[in-house]
């Protein structure tokens, strides 16, 4: 990490996750052989369209991702990137495409979940997204308005607008070091990020294996994050 011209003299950082932080804490990642796409179809499940046509099926598959959460735990990746977070005199801003919420659990704190939250739930009534962690469906009333059968995962799907852009944007304008950790750059805009600060930010990948955006970053380092992470950030 080289010094910066900011007012602390550290270099502003912003970090993206992936599925694959959280593959050691016990939860799958999307497009691994064993990943969640390979079980379900994007379309079935993870678009506006699917749950107009069944949201019975959408819930119950994020119904079940979130009751996992009660199952696992942060491991040492995540927990590296808060000590980090706590530590970092600079601006620094951990952007997570994760539903999950093992960022927050170890402490995280300058922290945006672009892909939105599993244990949050959204209102299309009236538009109030509250803390959530039971089962959601036709029958869940919102509790800010009481309509029922209104409630959605607060979860961005395909073809939605991802949350927090105009924050992340800024911070993406501003960084001196962009690191990529456990995203095989597939979805965007997410995996546009590398491609936007190249040139004027040092950019690291930290992955398990070479992903859609190594060619572009100054350096990759290759294996499992819970090792890898936490030597990066020492
Ligand atoms: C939008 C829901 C407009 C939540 C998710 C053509 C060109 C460009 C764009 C598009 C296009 N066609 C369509 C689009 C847009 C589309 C898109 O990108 N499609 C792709 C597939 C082509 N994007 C959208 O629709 C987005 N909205 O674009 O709005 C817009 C316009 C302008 C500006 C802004 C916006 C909305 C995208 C949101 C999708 N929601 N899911 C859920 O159910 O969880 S995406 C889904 O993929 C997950 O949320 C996940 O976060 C995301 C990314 O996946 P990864 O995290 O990278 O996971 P993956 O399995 O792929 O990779 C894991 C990696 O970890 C692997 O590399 C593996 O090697 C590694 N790994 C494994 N184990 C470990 C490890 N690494 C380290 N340690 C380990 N132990």
């Not at 970090?15 to 016990?26: D, F, Q, V, Y």
């Not at 390979?38 to 079940?64: G, K, L, M, S, W």
């Not at 060619?215 to 890898?228: E, K, Q, W, Y």
């Amino acid at each position: 990490m080289t010094d910066a011209p900011n007012k602390t003299g550290a270099p502003n950082i912003v970090i993206l996750t992936g599925a694959g932080i959280s593959r050691e804490s016990g939860l799958a990642t999307f497009r691994d052989p064993d990943g969640i796409w390979q079980q379900v179809r994007i379309e079935d499940v993870a678009t506006p369209e699917a749950y107009r046509r069944d949201p019975e099926r959408v819930q119950a598959f994020y119904n079940a991702r979130r009751a996992q959460l009660a199952d696992v735990a942060p491991n040492a990746a995540h927990l590296a990137l808060a000590e980090l977070d706590r530590r970092w005199p600079g601006e620094l801003l951990l952007v997570t495409q994760n539903v999950d919420d093992l960022h927050d659990r170890a402490g995280s704190r300058r922290l945006l979940h672009m892909h939105g939250e599993l244990r949050r739930a959204w209102c299309r009534a009236c538009d109030a997204t509250h803390p959530w962690d039971e089962d959601l469906g036709m029958a869940t009333a919102c509790p800010a308005c009481a309509t029922m059968g209104r409630m959605r995962p607060h979860i961005v799907w395909f073809g939605e607008m991802p949350l927090h852009m105009d924050a992340i944007e800024a911070a993406l304008a501003r960084c001196d070091l962009f690191v990529s950790i456990g995203t095989s750059g597939n979805v965007y805009p997410a995996a546009g990020f590398v491609a936007e600060v190249r040139g004027r930010a040092e950019t690291v990948e930290l992955n398990l294996e070479p992903s859609e955006g190594t060619h572009l970053v100054d350096r990759a380092v290759h294996g499992p994050a819970t090792r890898i992470v936490p030597d990066f950030v020492a």
